[in-house]
């Protein structure tokens, strides 16, 4: 290959580069530190994080063969598809639990791989230290990336982002490798030369391990074979026959090229089917936008983009999705703006070839996200901008420098440029991460962007409600139906708001509406099922749970609550089998224990009672209610010292713990109790 587009490092510091990348890399890691170090203190956020990981039953099972196997062969609770992002979470709970924190490590860690291994690719890509730096650090710190590595359901981005970075430098590896030694025999007229295996080194096939691994953890990689392509045009520039020393055309050369992505193209191909069929659902929210409207929206959420990217302001979790009617004049700007950039770069690719490829990657990169084909219901979003705005960062920084290339103070200029806007980018990042630190401020930060955005008005309700302001939580609710009064989800959320605030009837109505809406909503049955068993109506709140268990058959809480009706109406044998069902999904509840070792009891079953109760006092010693049934069930078995023991700890229990209902039910109790059992206390 040639030197186009390499800038090697001045002899004077060729030998302390390598101290010079270590110089970089430990940089990049103390300012990716400095801006998301903080989230080390923050908790999930009520925006996915539940649905993904806190009360996902598989990830929540911890790290096991089982579940591996599960997540590799089925989609998760939303319909989606990226099993490796799935184990990670897994791998997470099974080392932090509920520590929010250790997941967050997770994603600084991974984002600060990503910004390394970009420095160290473009490096090797085109020899230009300086450039490599300054796009490494820009991408580290853009507030634009808060989104990814503050929210732990954005670990889809870091995770793929790691393997894609792993993949273009192993590939960069084997173009660069394979260049210098097969040299192109010129005497070949067919285009085996590059398709053929044996040339095919370790690298072509580590970058197709870590092309499918990305895969795994999200789909949007599935441009990287086309991005691959432009790498060969720039900087590896693999389609000059001069400059391999082949006479073949260009068109026989293309073609080559072309055959050595066929693998990777066969996973695209594979992932693109499995995401349309595990996504189907998704589909539904947009039926109703007809393709014009998808394309005009799709042009401006490009110059959005853009925007952002150049003037960070304003940004925001959620972006709600304009209304039917577009401003044309905004579509036309936009359209306008697209066209002329896409213009300027193709004239300009034979003097400057950086232009083209850092535009097509920005472009083509954004395609699987961009509103045409994707089938979320949101505008757009910040994360889809993780990959390919390195692009964009290619593009202005490499025709940057090639601009002031005559000036005569250009690195004193350029060097100054570059400490301001990574200055100004990591005050404005570190900002950004600050309205990440609870549920309130993010979602008040994001109506403060987009006051219209129904989801941030219920989500802020949530929160409030979390926290025991349930006017406030009202208040919001009524407002994201007023933007959308056909949201299952805001109804639904009223209808808890209203049932803490002792309005079971209003409570009932709004439950009612969510099913109507969204018939197959299981959140929204098996909260009506406790609004109807609170209200005195059991039976109807067990048809509830079973709707709901028809839905979501992992559904725990809804296995217990119904264990719980069957139990109190004498159906022990249906209750275990529901309580059973709770273990298998959480084997560490000690309630369900509790509850079984109850059912079992009742049917006489007391050894097996005994050994639930045990059992959960194993998984919660304080646990009172436990050791008194334990002690009773003791006291029938005939062994009194162990009971009486038990009935002693559950009354000191309870009056250490205030519940004063228990410690005065368990002094009635040993009034009449055997004379064996210890009296109860004077006081």
């Known amino acids: 290959m040639t030197n186009q587009g390499r800038h090697p490092l001045p002899p004077q510091l060729k030998l302390h580069s390598r101290w010079l990348s270590l110089a970089v890399c430990l940089t990049l890691a103390l300012a990716v530190w400095i801006v998301f170090g903080r989230t080390l203190h923050y908790g999930f956020v009520n925006y996915d994080d539940d649905f993904y990981i806190y009360k996902n039953p598989i990830v929540t099972r911890g790290l096991n063969l089982h579940e591996i196997v599960w997540v590799l062969t089925h989609d ?17 709970w099974q080392l932090y639990g509920l520590n929010a924190g250790g997941h967050h490590l997770t994603n600084i860690l991974l984002h600060t791989a990503t910004a390394i291994l970009l420095f160290v690719t473009l490096r090797k890509l085109t020899g230009a230290f300086g450039r490599a730096a300054f796009v490494a650090a820009v991408f580290a710190i853009h507030p634009l990336r808060v989104e990814s590595v503050a929210w732990v ?14 993949a273009l430098w192993t590939w960069t590896r084997y173009a660069q490798k394979q260049s210098r030694e097969i040299n192109l025999k010129p005497d070949t007229e067919s285009a085996s030369w590059v398709i053929d295996p044996r040339r095919w080194t370790p690298d072509y096939f580590l970058a197709l391990i870590f092309f499918g691994l990305g895969l795994l953890s999200k789909a949007m990689l599935v441009t990287l074979p086309f991005l691959l392509l432009l790498l060969d045009y720039w900087p590896l520039n693999r389609l000059s026959p001069s400059a391999s020393g082949t006479r073949r055309s260009r068109s026989q050369i293309w073609a080559g090229l072309i055959l050595e992505k066929v693998p990777f193209l066969l996973l695209s191909a594979a992932v693109c089917i499995i995401t349309v069929l595990t996504q189907k659902h998704t589909f539904l929210a947009v039926q109703g936008l007809t393709l014009p409207w998808r394309v005009s929206n799709a042009l401006l959420a490009y110059t959005d983009y853009l925007r ?13 999705r304009p209304g039917m009617n577009l401003p044309l004049w905004n579509v036309s700007l936009s359209a306008l ?10 004239v300009g690719r034979r003097k400057h070839p950086y232009l083209l490829v850092g535009w097509l990657w920005y472009l083509g990169m954004l395609l699987p996200v961009i509103d045409i084909m994707q089938a979320g219901d949101q505008a757009r979003a910040d994360r889809y901008t993780y990959l390919p705005q390195i692009g964009l960062y290619v593009l202005l920084t490499w025709g940057v420098v090639e601009l002031c290339h005559s000036w005569r103070y250009r690195r004193i200029a350029l060097g100054f440029a570059a400490a301001v806007i990574l200055a100004g980018l990591l005050v404005d990042a570190y900002v950004q991460t600050g309205y990440w630190k609870d549920n309130v401020s993010l979602w008040n930060r ?27 939580a009202v208040q919001q609710y009524n407002q994201a139906l007023e933007l959308n009064p056909d949201s299952a989800y805001a ?32 959140e929204a049955c098996y909260d009506l099922g406790i609004a109807l068993a609170d ?12 709707k709901a268990l028809l839905i979501k058959p992992d559904d725990a809480d809804a296995h217990h609550n119904l264990g719980i009706l069957l139990a109190d109406q004498g159906k022990p044998e249906d209750a275990i089998q529901h309580f059973e069902q709770v273990l298998l999904i959480k084997p560490d509840d000690a309630e369900a224990r509790y509850n079984l070792g109850g059912a079992l009891a009742r049917q006489g079953k007391l050894k097996e009672a005994i050994q639930n109760f045990e059992r959960a006092l194993q998984l919660r010693p304080d646990y009172a209610e436990v050791h008194f049934n334990l002690g009773i069930a003791l006291a029938s078995e005939g062994k009194v010292n162990e009971a009486a023991q038990h009935i002693q700890q559950a009354l000191n229990l309870a009056t250490e713990q205030g519940n004063t209902a228990l410690a005065d039910f368990i002094r009635n109790w040993l009034k009449s109790a055997p004379s064996s059992l210890p009296p109860p206390p004077k006081s």
């Not at 703006?337 to 193709?346: D, E, P, Q, T």
């Not at 959320?493 to 018939?519: S, T």
């Not at 209200?535 to 079973?546: C, L, N, S, T, V």
Request: hydrophobic share 45%.
């Open 535 to 546: 209200a005195g109506k059991p039976d109807e709140a067990i048809r509830y749970y079973e």
């Open 153 to 166: 359901t954005g670990r889809k981005d870091v995770l793929s982002g790691l393997f894609f970075m792993l």
């Open 76 to 92: 998760n609770s939303l319909g989606e598809w990226f099993p490796l992002t799935d184990i990670s979470h897994m791998s997470d």
């Open 491 to 522: 109804h639904n959320n009223m209808g808890n708001a209203l049932v803490k605030q002792g309005k079971l009837p209003e409570a009932i109505e709004q439950f009612e509406w969510a099913l109507r809406l969204n018939p197959n909503y299981a």
């Open 308 to 320: 952002h990217m150049i003037y960070p302001v304003g940004l925001a979790l959620v972006y709600a």
């Open 446 to 472: 994001t109506l403060a962007c987009t006051p219209e955005c129904f989801l941030a008005h219920n989500n802020l309700g949530v929160a409030l409600a979390e926290q025991g302001k349930l006017d406030e």
């Open 337 to 346: 703006i697209l066209i002329g950039i896409s213009i300027g770069v193709i």
